[in-house]
């Protein structure tokens, strides 16, 4: 058994594994690196069920690509523009 992860979202620790690869593959775990508040890289391991909320409050914080939709102002008629 490799060492057992723990769910930054929910504290759950993560199920026995024989592989690097099966809480990723099998358990659906994800891991992130982020810095924190001190500079320092560190990994976040969420369970699928957390990994899933937090994308979700992650697109709900995220700008809106800027230049890849239309214009919320409307044109001056007296620009030219068309």
């Known amino acids: 058994m490799l060492g057992r992860e723990k769910c930054v979202g929910c504290g759950r620790v993560s199920p026995e594994t024989n592989g690097d690869n099966t809480l990723t593959t099998s358990f659906g775990w994800r891991v992130i690196r982020v810095v924190d508040d001190k500079g320092t890289g560190v990994v976040e391991w969420r369970c699928a069920t957390c990994w899933q ?30």
């Open 53 to 82: 909320r937090h994308k979700a409050v992650q697109a709900l914080h995220s700008d809106p690509p800027s230049g890849n939709g239309p214009s919320t102002s409307p044109r001056d008629p007296r620009s030219g523009d068309r």
